[in-house]
């Protein structure tokens, strides 16, 4: 049974055919052809698989991020980093690396960061001599830093499909975060220097007051979830909906560059994507309910205690695996089919569930930018017009440096967890 599953599943993904068409429908075959059980239970575990708690704050995150980017918010972050940054080596790329930090931290959405920062920062940098396949492969991996710092999308759905807390991996997010994000930095740092590029004027006092100014409004978001979160105010789910109203809020009535038209644009938009994430998330449910039924995590379990016997060459061959995984395939599938399989014996082995669920993002924030089905590369190439091909020296060098960043993020636990353990 499993082995046509997964047969049908490499055909259609392999046909172009859409991730959740080629899921649903794989099973679908299945349950059809190799058993006997009835096709309506398949429908019955699609709805069965949105029907959590934690998965109402998906609409809400996305709904903010895109409010942010039409509200004038995403570029006031862009000042605000640039005053600080720019007169530095490499700031204008530098400025880049931040501001998608701080918009992941105001989005949770990898490809929307790569739009708002993109739009902005493309034609800063090649204006200020980068090369077009860096910019572009700067712009790929900043994006990527979205899964990991909260409000992440992905963190969510990792917390609802095993039970972590959201508001633990929130916290932990934090930490590794930045590392990832550092790592990025060091190498932008490097590049700069290297090619003597032309830096910004250091801003005065008060420019820097003005734009944080300017800006406090937009940086209120993180300290309003997470200060919520952990003071007990709301929960991670209800964060998601104070984030959405604030960011309307400051968009409608301070800076005022929303009005009702596109208020509508922004709210199709976010329910097209909030309905392309959470079928996906439906029919990922259903594969993984198949997998359970076939016993593969099960068998998966037995050849890791059978082969395996240490947490370190554990974490190794994850890493490996999801690497691999993240060049093919969604992080929100792929948390949905593989966070269930290795949970139960990553936490046997005594390796820390919110730190599993740390370096299993961290992993797959990767496989946004790396090819052949990396989504942020298609984001970027249509953003700045360039080919695979003509990117790949980007790419390949900040895989590189966050490729560091991740060994770093899986190998010392306390670098992402520090801040959860400060507030035990």
Known sequence: MILLLI?????????????????????????????DIQPMILIQRLFGGIDQ?????????????????????????????????????????????ISSMFFGALS??????????????????????????????????????????PPSITLIIFGSVTGVSVGSLFIAGIGAGLIFGLSSILYIYMYAKRNNLPRDKKASASEVWDSTKKAVWALMIPVIILGGIYGGV???????????????????????????????????????????????????????????????????????????DNSIMFLLVLNFVLLILGMFMEGVAAIIIVAPLIFPTAVAMGIDPVHLGIIIISNLAIGMYTPPFGLN????????????????????????????????????????????????
């Open 234 to 308: 709301f929960t991670p789910t209800e964060a998601a909906g104070v984030s959405a109203v604030y960011a309307l809020f400051i968009s409608l009535f301070v800076y005022k560059e929303m009005n009702l038209k596109s208020l509508y644009k922004v709210c199709v938009d976010s329910a097209v994507l909030s309905a392309q994430v959470l079928v996906l998330v439906a029919s990922a449910q259903v594969l993984g309910w198949m997998l359970t039924r076939g016993q593969v995590p099960q068998h998966i379990a037995m050849w890791i205690t059978s082969n395996i």
């Open 7 to 35: 047969i049908l599943i490499f055909f259609f993904l392999f046909s172009s055919t859409p991730i959740f068409v080629a899921l649903t429908i794989s099973s679908f075959l299945t349950v059809l052809f190799m058993t």
């Open 53 to 97: 708690f934690a998965l109402m704050a998906l609409p809400f995150f996305i709904f903010a991020a895109n409010i942010m980017e039409v509200g004038g918010l995403s570029k006031r972050i862009l000042r605000w980093a640039r005053g600080l940054v720019g007169h530095l080596a490499g700031g204008v790329a530098m400025t880049t690396q």
């Open 108 to 149: 949770g959405s990898s490809p929307a960061t790569v739009i708002a920062i993109g739009k902005i920062m493309y034609p800063e940098m090649l204006r200020g001599k980068y090369d077009k396949w860096f910019a572009a492969g700067l712009l790929a991996s900043s994006g990527a830093v979205s899964l990991i710092i």
């Open 377 to 424: 590369l298609f984001v970027t190439q249509g953003l700045t017009n360039l080919k695979i091909q003509e990117m790949m020296p980007g790419i390949l060098r900040f895989f590189a440096f966050n490729f560091v960043g991740l060994l770093i993020i899986t190998y010392v636990p306390d670098a992402s967890l520090f801040l959860l353990r400060l507030m035990e």
